[in-house]
């Protein structure tokens, strides 16, 4: 990637403003607002770090929530200030505006490693309408631009993308530098056999990065309610299960291109059914799914059933590269969380390259407690898709060339 990086720039005694992501899953605890997954704040560590250790002056810019153009309190980064304060160990001194008087003041009397965070962008509707005027008195507050904020980088927001042409140069953060290695480099050419797992809810969704896929994958294991829409396309009986009905043709599309291309694209052989999506539903197993036998009348499938489960770790076994989007069941219920959690294991034991993409995919690895068992598990939801399908992102694209 032909883009300026960190380490390009000269930092020392500038004002950095770097757009990070902090938009952190949190809960209200004793009336506080407690975070209860720190990935992305603590992926962003090595970008403030290295302003810190280099003299620089560094304004953290983030979003969170959607608060819609106007300050709403619960979506303030307050907490997020004190609880970078912690991780740091030095004060983050926490700006109650994002642009004008109040953070012109604290920045003025910032020293060299000092830390400030602007108060969220989304409480302005010039930061999600790109709006010129907004960029300009974000880009005002410093000297240099660097983008760490991977998860926001599919958006032409101000503090992402318009803010680059008020600033002399911009640069790529560490944490988003590794996301491009990852699922952009390392992905281009991976080393074979090449494995893809997607679940999740869609086909819609998925439909891009299947396409671009298709191009380098071997094997493609298609898990989740999107098996659903496979199966139909086949002449399955799927029940009551979700399913889109409009994209059956696009369905029945994908599983010619695959046969044209020569890629292995299994769906689930079974499946865990039942009546009520819900935990404490009993599931049973279908038994073996085909065009006769499938889904019954009335009932969901939830997740991949055992034989299935068998099949796909054989896959993985043969990998030397592995990629993952999409849980392959209703994972947020304990019960249907079998044939997700077996993947994640099966790809914990794996010798080969493993990476996963997307917001739930992440999630279920994490409540696994096999994150660390993994090559490299993006922060960026939407972002790592779109990076996936080969799409050029707004928020890198928009940094300086080198
Ligand atoms: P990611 O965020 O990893 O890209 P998605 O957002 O596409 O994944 O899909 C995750 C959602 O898909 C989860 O909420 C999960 O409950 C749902 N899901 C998975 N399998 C099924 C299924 N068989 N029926 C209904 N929903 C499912
Ligand atoms: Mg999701």
Redesign the pocket.
Known sequence: MNKLRLRDLEVRGKRVLVRVDFNVPTEERDGRTAITDDTRIRESLPTISYLRENGAKTILMAHFGRPKGKPVDKYSLRPVADYLHTLIDHPVAFSHDTIGKIPEEIIAHLNEGDVTLLENVRFHPGEEANDPAFAESLAKLGDLYVNDAFGAAHRAHASTAGITKFVKQSAMGFLMEKEIQYLSHELAKPAKPFVVIL????VS??IGVIKALMEKADSILI???M??TFWKAQGVPIGA??VEADKVDLAREILDLAKKKGVRFLLPVDAIETQK?EAGSPGRNTGRVTPTHGISDGW????IGHATVTLYEDEIAKAKTVLW????????IPAFATGTIAIAEALARSKATTIIG?????TAVTQAGLADKMTFISTG?GAS?ELLEGKELPGIAALSDR
């Not at 679940?199 to 869609?202: E, I, L, V």
């Not at 969901?300 to 997740?303: I, K, S």
């Not at 989007?325 to 947020?332: A, D, L, M, Q, T």
């Open positions: 679940g999740g809810s869609k969704d998925k898990g989740g309610a098996a659903n299960s979700r999506v969901q499938a939830v997740d989007n999409g849980p392959v069941g209703v994972f947020e997307g917001g739930d995919s992440v939801g898709l």
